[in-house]
């Protein structure tokens, strides 16, 4: 329970006020501009987008600004953002297979049909702090292919999956429209489409964690990487206006198709079995864990045995959104006053039966 | 598909994606300048992307993007619809114009020329420039004889 407590506005609009003093820094440094952040903090950018749920460079960089670089404070601003837009409709399901790839790699087929394409990658750098950035200066420009790759590569699983051996993803006809998290809230048992968009949504350190739980042995899936692309993805709408769909712009993405291992059931043969993972931009980390997980979360659908966190549905829907679990935790700062209160009263209580049970023992001992 | 509904639908794909500043040299140099009523006033909402498991499965809901759209209806009662990404208002009324002098052949070559080409090969550029980069970043695997 809380309690309204009045005389604290003064000090809440001081507080405000010294913290923008604080986002701005020191004066005598330039201000950093949303196009900047935009540009140069795309990673940034791109997690709040996706943990945000919303694609909007701009947005996303300008509450990266206000939020002083606190990504879970940004994602949490593009949330509320988004409530304040009304919804104009759904657009059809991306066709990721006709990306524009920047990046294509697979860790389990060495020779895919238009190869193995690193795109901009921090893999095989060195982690070694470059000095060199700590000056201004232009980079030599990237070197390009006399000839492009091909307009759009196939995937490389639907490619090379010719002995059936791994799990085909087909769109079941006349699919239901999919459960929508920011319309109606959570059930169980929660449907794929409903946990891919509590994943698509979650926290990736959360999601990380319990990717990495799985490798680690709670809840073994003995997951490769079968395909990851990044690259621009054309969005359609089909506008009430107009009786075809329409093309609004491209947007960025990140997918990862994860392969696992898998003995067959009572139903099914073994083979190997899949889990995906899919980003704004270029969360190539998260769309990572996200497969993990997707794929763990599928041991009921499987006739495994959940023995692990990541196999909990409740437990990693429950507690994946970051701006819910940040919004509980934080809410401890509130005034708890009259909480404590009773508590202490409990409390008391408490200690001094302790105290007249011990007394009783204590003159028998003596 | 109509072919008319396939033109138009190929002209907005390239009126989404042009440059702001281009559309607004080419409005100010029609003359006379077009004239319109604006059926619904432009407005930033937000659009559903949907996805697929594993690319090709059930659908799901990923997130949304903003959106902006706007319809107009000019003096030759002609329907222009203009539904762009992002929050750019000024931009989706001009496309709606646009569109809209785009379905009337006394406009159409013309700014098919001035309009649509350019854009459509600015796109091209961009992304024979992106695939050739990536095309630069692909692995030539050749293999290490050991002993021998």
Same mark, same amino acid.
């Given at each position: 329970?809380?309690?309204?407590?009045?005389?604290?506005?003064?000090?809440?609009?001081?507080?405000?006020?010294?913290?923008?003093?604080?986002?701005?820094?020191?004066?005598?440094?330039?201000?950093?501009?949303?196009?900047?952040?935009?540009?140069?903090?795309? *990673?940034?950018?791109?997690?709040?987008? !996706?943990?945000?749920?919303?694609?909007?460079?701009?947005?996303?960089?300008?509450?990266?600004?206000?939020?002083?670089?606190?990504?879970?404070?940004?994602?949490?601003?593009?949330?509320?953002?988004?409530?304040?837009?009304?919804?104009?409709?759904?657009?059809?399901?991306?066709? !990721?297979?006709?990306?524009?790839?920047?990046?294509?790699?697979?860790?389990?087929?060495?020779?895919?049909?238009?190869?193995?394409?690193?795109?901009?990658?921090?893999?095989?750098?060195?982690?070694?702090?470059?000095?060199?950035?700590?000056?201004?200066?232009?980079?030599?420009?990237?070197?390009?292919?006399?000839?492009?790759?091909?307009?759009?590569?196939?995937?490389?699983?639907?490619?090379?999956?010719?002995?059936?051996?791994?799990?085909?993803?087909?769109?079941?006809?006349?699919?239901?429209?999919?459960?929508?998290? !920011?319309?109606?809230?959570?059930?169980?048992?929660?449907?794929?489409?409903?946990?891919?968009?509590?994943?698509?949504?979650?926290?990736?350190?959360?999601?990380?964690?319990?990717?990495?739980?799985?490798?680690?042995?709670?809840?073994?899936?003995?997951?490769?990487?079968?395909?990851?692309?990044?690259?621009?993805?054309?969005?359609?709408?089909?506008?009430?206006?107009?009786?075809?769909?329409?093309?609004?712009?491209?947007?960025?993405?990140?997918?990862?198709?994860?392969?696992?291992?898998?003995?067959?059931?009572?139903?099914?043969?073994?083979?190997?079995?899949?889990?995906?993972?899919?980003?704004?931009?270029?969360?190539?980390?998260?769309?990572?864990?996200?497969?993990?997980?997707?794929?763990?979360?599928?041991?009921?659908? *499987?006739?495994?045995?959940? !023995?692990?966190?990541?196999?909990?549905?409740?437990?990693?829907?429950?507690?994946?959104?970051?701006?819910?679990?940040?919004?509980?935790?934080?809410?401890?700062?509130?005034?708890?006053?009259?909480?404590?209160?009773?508590? *202490?009263?409990?409390?008391?209580?408490?200690?001094?039966?302790?105290?007249?049970?011990?007394?009783?023992?204590?003159?028998?001992?003596? | 598909?109509?072919?008319?509904?396939?033109?138009?639908?190929?002209? =907005?794909?390239?009126?989404?994606?042009?440059?702001?500043? =281009?559309?607004?040299?080419?409005?100010?140099?029609?003359?006379?300048?077009?004239?319109?009523?604006?059926?619904? /006033?432009?407005?930033?909402? =937000?659009?559903?992307?949907?996805?697929?498991? $594993? $690319?090709? $499965?059930?659908?799901?809901?990923?997130?949304?993007?903003?959106?902006?759209?706007?319809?107009?209806?000019?003096?030759?009662?002609?329907?222009?619809?203009?539904?762009?990404?992002?929050?750019?208002?000024?931009?989706?009324?001009?496309?709606?114009?646009?569109?809209?002098? =785009?379905?009337? /052949?006394?406009?159409?070559?013309?700014?098919?020329?001035?309009?649509?080409? /350019?854009?459509?090969?600015?796109?091209?550029?961009?992304?024979?420039?992106?695939?050739?980069?990536?095309?630069?970043?692909?692995?030539?695997?050749?293999?290490?004889?050991?002993?021998?």
């Amino acid at each position: 329970m809380y309690v309204a407590v009045k005389g604290g506005e003064r000090a809440i609009a001081n507080a405000h006020a010294w913290l923008a003093e604080e986002r701005r820094g020191d004066p005598a440094v330039p201000e950093l501009s949303v196009a900047q952040i935009r540009e140069q903090q795309r *990673l940034a950018v791109d997690r709040v987008m !996706t943990e945000g749920s919303l694609y909007d460079p701009d947005l996303a960089a300008l509450a990266l600004k206000q939020a002083r670089g606190d990504q879970v404070e940004a994602i949490f601003l593009l949330r509320a953002y988004r409530t304040t837009l009304p919804r104009l409709g759904t657009s059809l399901p991306l066709e !990721t297979a006709r990306m524009t790839v920047r990046r294509r790699i697979s860790a389990v087929f060495k020779d895919v049909p238009g190869g193995q394409v690193l795109g901009p990658t921090f893999d095989y750098t060195h982690r070694l702090l470059d000095f060199a950035l700590a000056a201004e200066g232009q980079p030599s420009p990237a070197p390009s292919a006399p000839t492009p790759l091909a307009e759009t590569l196939p995937g490389v699983i639907d490619v090379l999956n010719r002995e059936g051996l791994i799990e085909t993803q087909v769109a079941p006809a006349d699919e239901p429209p999919p459960a929508d998290l !920011t319309r109606e809230p959570l059930r169980f048992p929660a449907s794929r489409a409903m946990r891919l968009q509590n994943l698509a949504r979650g926290d990736e350190g959360f999601l990380l964690a319990l990717g990495y739980s799985t490798q680690r042995g709670y809840g073994r899936n003995h997951p490769f990487a079968g395909e990851i692309r990044n690259g621009e993805v054309v969005v359609e709408f089909e506008p009430p206006e107009l009786g075809f769909a329409i093309e609004l712009g491209d947007i960025e993405l990140t997918e990862c198709q994860m392969v696992n291992q898998f003995a067959g059931s009572k139903s099914e043969p073994p083979q190997f079995t899949r889990g995906y993972g899919v980003s704004f931009g270029q969360g190539e980390r998260k769309a990572m864990a996200m497969a993990l997980v997707d794929r763990a979360l599928r041991t009921e659908e *499987l006739g495994e045995e959940a !023995t692990s966190p990541a196999q909990d549905i409740e437990f990693v829907l429950y507690h994946s959104d970051n701006v819910e679990a940040q919004g509980f935790v934080q809410h401890l700062k509130l005034p708890h006053y009259v909480d404590f209160q009773s508590e *202490l009263n409990v409390v008391r209580g408490m200690r001094r039966a302790a105290e007249a049970a011990a007394k009783p023992l204590a003159e028998a001992a003596e | 598909m109509t072919d008319a509904a396939a033109d138009r639908r190929r002209r =907005l794909a390239a009126l989404a994606r042009a440059d702001v500043g =281009l559309l607004e040299e080419s409005l100010d140099r029609l003359d006379p300048a077009p004239r319109y009523d604006v059926l619904k /006033p432009a407005e930033t909402g =937000l659009v559903m992307v949907r996805g697929r498991a $594993g $690319g090709t $499965g059930g659908q799901f809901n990923l997130g949304e993007m903003t959106v902006t759209r706007c319809v107009i209806r000019n003096d030759s009662g002609t329907v222009g619809v203009g539904y762009v990404a992002g929050r750019d208002r000024r931009k989706a009324e001009l496309v709606a114009v646009f569109d809209a002098l =785009l379905q009337d /052949p006394a406009h159409a070559d013309r700014l098919e020329r001035d309009v649509i080409c /350019p854009s459509e090969r600015r796109r091209e550029e961009r992304r024979t420039q992106m695939l050739s980069r990536a095309a630069a970043t692909r692995v030539d695997f050749f293999t290490v004889v050991r002993g021998g």
